[in-house]
């Protein structure tokens, strides 16, 4: 196990409507990455936070927006659902933008009807 | 822009075979590479990884092989067991960009009994 938790496990969502995601980091770790992982595919990275401010972003429209907090917890919001952005979505931890081991959450499974 | 192309998409080995799942990258700019498994209804776990100073890396059953000039490397799994049948994914990332993984498609290995 990584002790990189996410909740919910599952969430069915309608288009239109928003959704918020949450991570909990490993204790020290200070830098949290989302990706989005379509069925069959390899993650997507969506954005990166180091000390609560957002330090990378992909190539996801500003819809796509996090939020990290001082107690190693982070959360993704997606607003204005599209179908598309049915997919698993994952958040990794590690201990600073030095450091390049990544460990991975399992995932919130979205689905947009 | 596919920046990490991963092959084979699938691969069926038999119980005590040898794996071998290849990936070539186009970003000169890459100065790390990670192999992730993934199981059904998981997130992606770190399995190996390299930098592109040494030209192999072993842990345990498995290996990376790392031919810079070619940008092309290899995760080679050595006497494949049944455990081993999950979802591979290679990646890369570079310290300048905040060290965000970019990917391959992945590939589904079933090992046989």
């Known amino acids: 196990e990584t002790g990189v938790t996410q909740s919910p496990t599952h969430l069915i969502k309608t288009r239109g409507q928003q959704v918020t995601l949450r991570c909990s980091s490993q204790?020290?770790?200070?830098?949290v990455s989302w990706y989005q992982q379509a069925l069959g595919q390899g993650p997507q990275f969506i954005f990166q936070?180091?000390?609560?401010?957002?330090?990378g972003r992909g190539n996801f429209p500003p819809r796509f927006s996090g939020l990290q907090f001082p107690n190693y917890s982070s959360e993704l919001n997606v607003n204005a659902l599209e179908l598309d952005d049915s997919a698993l979505y994952l958040c990794?931890?590690?201990?600073?933008?030095?450091?390049?081991?990544?460990?991975f959450g399992p995932g919130t499974r979205l689905t947009v009807t | 822009q596919q920046q990490v192309k991963q092959s084979p998409q699938s691969l069926i080995v038999q119980k005590g075979g040898i794996s071998i799942i290849n990936c070539a990258y186009e970003?000169?700019?890459?100065?790390?590479f990670p192999w992730y498994q993934q199981f059904p209804g998981k997130g992606p776990a770190l399995l190996i990884a390299?930098?592109?100073?040494?030209s192999e890396k072993k842990e345990g059953r498995f290996t990376i092989s790392f031919n810079k000039s070619a940008k092309q490397f290899s995760l080679h799994i050595m006497d494949s067991q049944p455990g081993d049948s999950a979802t591979y994914f290679c990646?890369?990332?570079?310290?300048?960009?905040?060290?965000?993984?970019?990917f391959g498609e992945g590939t589904q290995l079933t090992v046989n009994p």
């Open positions: 990794a931890s590690r201990w600073d933008t030095r450091s390049y081991e990544q460990y």
């Open positions: 204790s020290g770790h200070n830098t």
């Open positions: 936070y180091y000390r609560e401010e957002e330090n």
């Open positions: 970003n000169t700019a890459f100065d790390y």
């Open positions: 390299i930098r592109p100073d040494v």
């Open positions: 990646a890369a990332s570079r310290e300048t960009s905040g060290s965000r993984l970019t």
